[in-house]
């Protein structure tokens, strides 16, 4: 079965910087599409980015530009590199596989999710 570990969460101050880590377990990386998704207090999981195998990588519009996704499939890691944050970044943010789409039903596999806190 394939498990996600999400890391990498903190408090931030505006304007800072974080990347988030989702390592992958039970499963080569490059076997599944990979996606990041948030969730901000009495709000709706929402996308932020998805790679797919093929390394094609879709960005949500209020992150395009600042975030950056990456894959390493050595590591079967794949990476969140989140700069110039905002307070509307606050969020738990969580990894997913098997899955392609904005909606939470398109994917298979979940992490815990990690918190990022952003400071205005």
């Known amino acids: 079965e394939v498990q996600l570990v999400e890391s990498g969460g903190g408090l931030v101050q505006a304007g800072g910087s974080l990347r988030l880590s989702c390592v992958v377990s039970?499963?080569?990386?490059?076997?599944?599409?990979i996606g990041w998704f948030r969730q901000a207090p009495g709000k709706e999981r929402e996308p932020v980015s998805y790679?797919?195998?093929?390394?094609?990588?879709i960005y949500d519009d209020s992150v395009e530009g600042r975030f950056t996704m990456t894959r390493h499939n050595g590591k079967n890691t794949v990476y969140l590199e989140m700069n110039s944050l905002k307070a509307e970044d606050t969020a738990v943010y969580y990894c997913?596989?098997?899955?392609?789409?904005?909606?939470?039903?398109?994917?298979?596999?979940w992490g815990q999710g990690t918190l990022v806190t952003v400071s205005s």
């Open positions: 039970g499963s080569p990386i490059d076997e599944y599409a």
């Open positions: 997913a596989a098997d899955g392609w789409g904005r909606l939470v039903t398109e994917w298979n596999y």
């Open positions: 790679i797919s195998v093929s390394y094609s990588i």
